[in-house]
């Protein structure tokens, strides 16, 4: 079972792949959402959860979703005919930091995908190509919350801290026009669905290839959370605008 199996099987409770709870998402949609009639992108979209829910909120919003996995794109497919929005949305199998559109889009998205451009500063700049002028960029990456502990840092990466991290977003040319932090609550309860969703469907499946693996994912992952990382790690969403030059 390789890794894109586990991730997806660990968010089928929690779609969303990053700690948001419903209420969050719709409220920072709103925000990032210009007008009702917006073209939004979605860079590593994965199963295009966020571009799925603003398509449902919007009948006039048109959106374009970008990632490498097949898995998660025809799952977006599936998903996008059950809400009949499918006429509405296109989704693109590539490297999200190779895409290249002849148009320009209104909101761009990524949230927990960061990696995929090395960091959120090289997202933001690969965002800025795609977008139109009024445009928004909803962002989404961690932070440390509290002084992480080597285990931590070793798992998660090297982040910054919160206003160090918003510090840095101002100083590339960006205002922040609305935020959420995710809640403990949030933070939790993701956690608690990856985990529990990829060891109920292993307890459901003990004789499917891959179950005892999917298990132990399971529990490597619920010990990394609960002794390495749950009380350091936040998680900050941000809508951003781009700062004019003559006011930065």
Same mark, same amino acid.
């Given at each position: ?53 603003? *398509? #449902? @909120?919007?009948?006039?919003?048109? &959106?374009? +979703?970008?990632? $490498? ?7 977006? /497919? %599936? ?44 997202? *933001? #700049? @690969?965002?800025?190509?795609?977008? &139109?002028? +009024?445009?928004? $960029? ?7 919350? /509290? %002084? ?67 298990? %132990? ?32």
């Amino acid at each position: 079972m390789n890794r894109e199996h586990i991730s997806r099987l660990a968010h089928a409770d929690h779609p969303i792949a990053a700690p948001l709870d419903d209420d969050a998402v719709r409220r920072l949609l709103d925000r990032g959402i210009p007008r009702p009639d917006a073209r939004i992108l979605d860079l590593g979209c994965g199963g295009a959860e966020w571009l799925l829910r603003a *398509l #449902a @909120a919007h009948p006039r919003l048109r &959106a374009e +979703g970008v990632d $490498v996995s097949p898995r998660a794109l025809a799952h977006a /497919r %599936e998903r996008a005919n059950a809400l009949g929005v499918e006429d509405r949305l296109v989704l693109h199998q590539q490297d999200a930091a190779d895409f290249t559109a002849p148009h320009t889009f209104d909101l761009v998205v990524s949230v927990g995908a960061t990696h995929a451009f090395g960091g959120p500063l090289a997202t *933001l #700049a @690969a965002a800025r190509k795609h977008l &139109a002028p +009024g445009g928004r $960029v909803l962002l989404g990456d961690g932070f440390w919350e /509290r %002084e992480p502990g080597p285990d931590a840092v070793e798992m998660l990466g090297d982040l910054d801290d919160l206003p160090t991290f918003v510090d840095r977003v101002l100083a590339d040319g960006w205002t922040p026009v609305h935020g959420h932090i995710s809640t403990r609550g949030e933070l939790d309860a993701y956690e608690w669905a990856w985990t529990g969703s990829l060891a109920a469907w292993a307890l459901d499946h003990p004789g499917e290839p891959g179950s005892a693996q999917a298990l %132990e994912a399971a529990g490597v992952h619920r010990a990394e959370w609960l002794r390495g990382y749950r009380d350091a790690f936040g998680f900050v969403t941000l809508v951003l605008r781009p700062t004019p030059t003559d006011l930065a």
